[in-house]
């Protein structure tokens, strides 16, 4: 398992390009397989679910397989009804006439604002003007109001032949995944069957994306596919061996990347914020505290502060419905004891403070009352997500 | 039933004082009925009770009785194990030796800073400074952020005879009520059995103070407290009478006064934010969405924007697992509609620009999906409010 410079895995191949949904910025793309690839999606459980993630949700379930998926940033073609859903599918045929291949084998993603129509005379202006390039623009064209791309590339050995993996992501603002984040895509080269692979993207997704959130606002357009194209040409990937637990090692690494990324990058975040929950009653009790703690407004304000106001975390805790020992709860900041036994400790302020400067803030939180552990990411509240979001729409 | 400028109803007395908790303003104060008063209560749910809280509870549950309540901010005594039970309940019984009355007539409550201790030399002196005025200073001693005393007095009628019923409350941060909100005190010389009096309490509390949220976290302190002394000479209320009716029709406009002047002054809030849900499928339902509208940091930092960003109040109603119809529902915002069906209306932007400079903000919301109603009060997100809880401790 190593760490690369990003690549597209073997067959992949994309673009991204500007059509005039955002002022400059691209603003639309694609990724392409040679072959159709096997597929997985976990999307959001927001009610309001959008056209584009419903009609990308319905290709994969079809035959677990997809082989481009087409997206843009700017306007999410949510809560836009029958109009809407229209709109989608003529993007997704489009495309599958372009490529010469099956509507069905075609995604469709969208982010931005809800609401708002996709201008179709741009979009299909757009689907003519897409090449398949080596170029990573489309790692771009999903932004909205995201600093920076989030991409990884990983290479990991099946049957000891070299297959890459490699998954990018958007996410600043309405990050609280429950199924899924904020549109997030993964490409490898290595075969695998699209059942197996779906099995293994909704283990992983509740122990990454799941695991981060942003403000608590779920939002509807979010989606994560993970695309196999088998280019690699190595051995299929069998359930329970070796290159299972290799290929779910590969993918979990991606998927926390990405998850912490999207934290990191949260709106207005100068601080990446990790809670790790340890000895408790089950993975879920430590899962639930540890993502209860990094959405906490007054936890995240705090640590913007720079303040070791730890009765903000332990109160935190005590609203959950995990299961725990109220008496027995150790707490750690950037390794420093400040919580033992639940009671606060005398710890040196100036120690804290100066602790508390740094880019990423650890949470340990060892409750002393079972085996299970239990991350989650998210970021510090500032004026900058408040300003953020007090003028989206303009 | 009449509004009335504050007072305290009949054989209550009260003081508020300064013992060196804040650094000039009034930190700790007392009310007082003449005789033993019914008393009924609700408090936090968070695991981390506080010492003062769980006391109260206990004294409440006891008998049903309260005579005094003592009170201080600054310093929440929780999350201080067994030396902050041994202080509650000492002041407890300082207070009880002063008064000449039995330690289970006394409740204690605190709110400020958690994991401190309280110090009781200056507890111990406070107590014994403490006197028996009509002057209101106690509604202000128990103030943290707030930027301004909550109060309100009625007048009703129970057989004929004028009674008065007069509630105060503090809470500004760490609003998101799921038995009561951070210290609320009502008190009335109305005549009533204690069992009857945390009937309704109870029932009120779901619809008012549970209904406000400031910034989704819930106090370990958290508590409201009602005294009934019969001191009016009225006849004491039955159940399912007129006069039961009369009494909780006060109850209920002192709690829903209390609850809106918390979520007004939510910490660095320049607007109440009320939502109004209708025709929904059951009261849960209408009340758990209009609870998530208001407390959904995007909807709330939009309105600080005075940005008519619909798509947000429509995705947070997808979020909730309430049920309605997601193709039914409208929107207006003050007055102004801006969603029908659930999508979106061409408005126009500057009318509803200046509507939303309002300092209160209205959201209907219409499920058209039954007869059910709800409402919540929350308040936007505003740049003073990661301010103030940047630096709370210091």
């Not at 067959?11 to 949904?21: A, N, V």
């Not at 290159?243 to 979990?252: G, I, P, Q, S």
Request: charged share 20%; hydrophobic share 40%; proline share 3%.
């Amino acid at each position: 398992m190593k760490e690369i410079d990003f690549k597209w895995p073997l067959g992949f191949k994309s673009d991204g390009i500007h059509i005039g949904l955002r002022k400059s910025k691209l603003d639309f793309g694609w990724i392409v397989s040679e072959v159709p690839a096997s597929a997985a999606g976990a999307y959001t459980t927001n009610k309001f679910c959008a056209a584009p993630t419903a009609l990308t949700k319905d290709a994969i379930n079809h035959g677990h397989q997809l082989q481009a998926i087409v997206m843009n940033s700017a306007i999410a073609n949510s809560c836009t009804g029958q109009q809407g859903r229209s709109d989608a599918l003529e993007e997704q045929n489009l495309v599958a006439q372009k490529l010469e291949i099956e509507p069905t084998l075609v995604g469709v993603a969208s982010t931005g604002l809800i609401g708002a129509f996709l201008p179709m005379d741009k979009v299909k202006a757009g689907i003519q003007t897409l090449d398949q390039t080596s170029n990573f623009k489309v790692t771009e064209a999903v932004l909205t109001t995201d600093t920076h791309p989030k991409t990884i590339s990983l290479e990991f050995e099946i049957a000891g032949q070299t297959c890459t993996m490699s998954g990018f992501c958007k996410g600043s603002g309405m990050i609280h995944p429950k199924m899924a984040t904020m549109l997030g895509f993964i490409t490898t080269d290595a075969t695998i069957d699209g059942d197996l692979l779906q099995t293994i993207l909704s283990e992983q997704v509740d122990l990454t994306f799941n695991q981060i959130t942003v403000d608590g606002d779920t939002s509807t357009n979010d989606m994560v596919v993970v695309l196999a194209n088998g280019q690699a040409k190595a051995p299929t990937i069998q359930d329970s061996s070796e290159d299972y637990e290799n290929f779910k090692t590969a993918l979990h690494q991606v998927m926390t990347y990405l998850a912490q990324q999207i934290a990191k990058d949260g709106e207005g975040a100068t601080k990446l914020v990790e809670a790790n929950v340890s000895q408790a009653p089950s993975p879920l009790d430590a899962q639930k505290i540890a993502k209860a703690v990094v959405g906490s407004n007054l936890v995240k304000a705090a640590l913007f502060g720079e303040d070791a106001n730890w009765g903000r975390i332990i109160s935190t805790i005590g609203i959950t419905d995990a299961d725990f020992n109220p008496a027995t709860i150790d707490i750690a900041l950037n390794g420093h004891p400040v919580v033992q036994q639940s009671l606060g400790l005398n710890f040196d302020e100036d120690t804290l403070k100066q602790a508390l400067q740094a880019n990423k803030i650890t949470i340990d939180i060892n409750l002393h009352d079972g085996q299970a552990t239990g991350q989650a990411w998210g970021c510090d509240l500032t004026y900058q997500y408040v300003q953020i979001n007090a003028s989206y729409r303009s």
